[in-house]
């Protein structure tokens, strides 16, 4: 889409500085950015740059406020957030198709509501319902019942096991497996095998949540596992059976989460970062890259971050660490 | 499927107290159980809520064994292995499909045993062999050549590459790769460049093995890759070439194996363990979550557990962690 | 194919001692080899038993020159190397079928070369363009777009998303995802919830690069990923955003790299290494399995190796680990 500066400036609530009539059709880095690019600036010492860049033009913090300059500028609190916002106005809205591809296999119970889309090579279970103006990718499976709400988008190749069910506005990127079995086995000690514990339950993806690829989201043994509103997921994250995901949590790439794991609203874990069972990760709490947490520890501490394994106060950590490098050096 | 009590008592070996003629359709967990459902306690302390909810009848531990209630209560030394026995016998045995769908791809020198089943879109190469009443999952590709045994489920977009064998009852799902080549490559010492070296050998997994969505087994470089009878491999699991794991071993998601290495019988591997190349890992061996191991190291004592990277015996990492965190106080 | 030993020797630089005019077919251990087999030995002590093997020839090192046998042996400075590359003249060269399978989908607009082939239910979408005798696997979905060049092999099910480039013979294993969207928000303080950066940018994918199973690597935000010549990655590894990879960099399993790093030609990272966002590792810098390397980083020394986290130099690292336990023995 293109729009006008002045339009988009209204959009993102940022006051705009020199002519409104122009027209940007897409964003860019500084770098590569052309007249058609609108670019973004969060520090002052990048402003210089993107001044003399080759972008249509530049939103800036109100560092820039009384910058007088032929290009146009949008002032912004939040400049990142602005251009973060415009990126998403000028995203084109390419005409879509609607229905299903011929090569789709879709169950004659199935249910594609209006302007959903079903890609080349997918298959759509009996009685799964596929909502309003979602795509669902070539080659993804979606299993008998599962169910997906409206304008998600479904990468190639996902699996989507019964038994699951997907808000709106949910992004699943390609390989990503939803609904799957979760790990859990009762040893007999007689003989020393194992005999599977029943993974009947069922995974509640809520609204605004984005999944990366190749992610696995284990449902529930006997209940549910759910994965909370405007939660964002990386790539290779794993989500065993029963977790509890709360609001706006963000899980950096290959973070593994063992069964019955809380994590409360807002939380942050880094990459490679594991969890054990039952432990519970409180409002707000971020624990650093490869940090691990021990079955049925529970952190807290709004904004407190954690690092290490086991997980301690990122101060207290450090100082460790900094007593083990002395003594390695009296040496 | 539909059970009596008696039925289901005599199948997992528990002692009925009650009306032995009612009848359970599923399984479920105390809090979401109704009157069709039966349940499972393993401790004492939970046996109130249990007899309190709308479960039409309890597997619980010798414990209730005198036990005076309406509820009917079948009492095993192992409730939570009885309650998983049951909850197989009541699985619904739906009527499935025999043959291939007719979007699946099957060569012509391919078999499929009586009551197996191709799903949608996925293709069955030359010469492959699918045992009786296997079901193939939509999306997959099973490379000519490949042996799946009987009663196996292999879940939708499953990879298995050629000269990969599963013996029966293996259960592999979505998104796993069988049998993909190993990392193994020779520097040239004057251009810096990498050659690959030779990835021809075969995967074996034998019977009743479960493998997790999205894991990778890669088969050996000249030999062999064996998982061995019953073993359990969670999600996004990496299995090098040439590895051997042996019967009832336990692999948690996340865990990666690197060349040759060998898991003795009953060992169990928490979440996100990292094993270097030719190290073995003794018959039940336990290594705890983010623990490595490494290459060459053998690590032995049937139920000792290590931890930490290098890999120790537990109680002696504790004492170290403890001494750090002591050391980190004086400040 | 087969091939006379002479052949062989003379397309690997080696010294054949024996009858050049036998033939072998393939390549093997020493512990399975048959007579159509090439073995080799690296170190002097395996010479016997490659000698008592059935092998048809051996590679061997130098120490070997002086060998009376009756077996033919080939000579090489480098044996393992000679062996990688006779290995791959022995390939069979199957005869490959060229065009699409007719249940593959191919945009009118896409552009298949000579030799190249699409295999059963691939998709490949509009304006996308496979090079000369380039494999697309069994499910593969090539979006709109996409470029791969001359002699690539894309084993099944892999998802390939617009804006990537591949060049030449790069091997891309089951299930991998390449240029999916990077893991980038921006928090919007008034509510706490996250908006989508936008993932807009490229992914290059230099020659001879092999991509493990399942491994993931996001595009570019606004520019672009880069992936440099030679590069191994193994399974299950994730590369994130506007990285760039020098050449002959070699990753091994579930290592891990956040957004805008920098890895210099040569480095090698073990497996289930992880690194945050903005480090760099310099040129030949290596890294031990399970290291961490905080954002901002930077490694340097070549053919240094690093270990722990925060990754130190190896040495160092050691001394800490030595004192930690000689701290805790005193108890």
């Not at 520090?43 to 032929?70: C, M, N, P, W, Y």
């Not at 069922?202 to 190749?214: F, K």
């Not at 990386?234 to 989460?257: F, S, W």
């Amino acid at each position: 889409m293109k729009g006008s500066l002045q339009q988009i400036a209204d959009a993102v609530g940022a006051r705009l500085i020199g002519d409104g009539s122009r027209q940007v059709r897409s964003v860019a880095s500084i770098e590569s950015a052309t007249a058609d690019d609108l670019v973004f600036v969060a520090e002052e010492k990048h402003l210089q740059s993107a001044l003399q860049s080759r972008a249509g033009a530049v939103i800036a913090g109100t560092f820039a406020a009384d910058l007088q300059s032929d290009r146009p500028v949008l002032i912004s609190d939040f400049p990142k957030l602005a251009f973060a916002r415009a990126a998403r106005l000028l995203q084109s809205e390419h005409a879509r198709s609607t229905g299903a591809h011929h090569t789709a296999v879709v169950h004659a119970s199935a249910v594609l509501a209006a302007g959903a889309y079903v890609a080349e090579r997918a298959t759509v279970g009996a009685g799964a319902v596929i909502g309003e103006n979602t795509h669902i990718g070539a080659g993804c499976a979606i299993a008998a019942g599962a169910k997906i709400g409206r304008d998600c988008e479904i990468y190639p190749n996902v699996t989507i096991y019964a038994a699951t069910t997907l808000g709106d506005r949910v992004l699943v990127h390609a390989g990503a497996v939803l609904g799957s079995d979760g790990f859990g086995y009762v040893r007999d000690p007689q003989t020393g095998r194992y005999e599977k514990f029943p993974q009947v339950g069922s995974l509640v993806v809520e609204d605004d949540v984005e999944i990366g690829a190749n992610t696995t989201i284990d449902r529930g043994a006997l209940d549910e596992t759910r994965i909370g509103r405007g939660a964002k997921l990386d790539n290779l994250v794993h989500i065993g059976h029963n977790c509890k995901i709360g609001e706006n949590v963000v899980i950096a790439a290959q973070t593994g989460l063992s069964g019955s794991i809380v994590i409360e609203n807002g939380a942050v874990l880094g990459g490679q970062v594991g969890i054990g069972e039952h432990a519970r990760i409180g409002e707000g709490v971020m624990i650093g890259g490869q940090g691990g947490v021990l079955p049925n520890k529970v952190l807290r501490g709004k904004g407190i971050a954690f690092w290490g394994t086991p997980a301690q106060p990122l101060r207290q950590y450090l100082k460790q660490l900094a007593h083990l490098a002395r003594l390695a050096k009296k040496d």
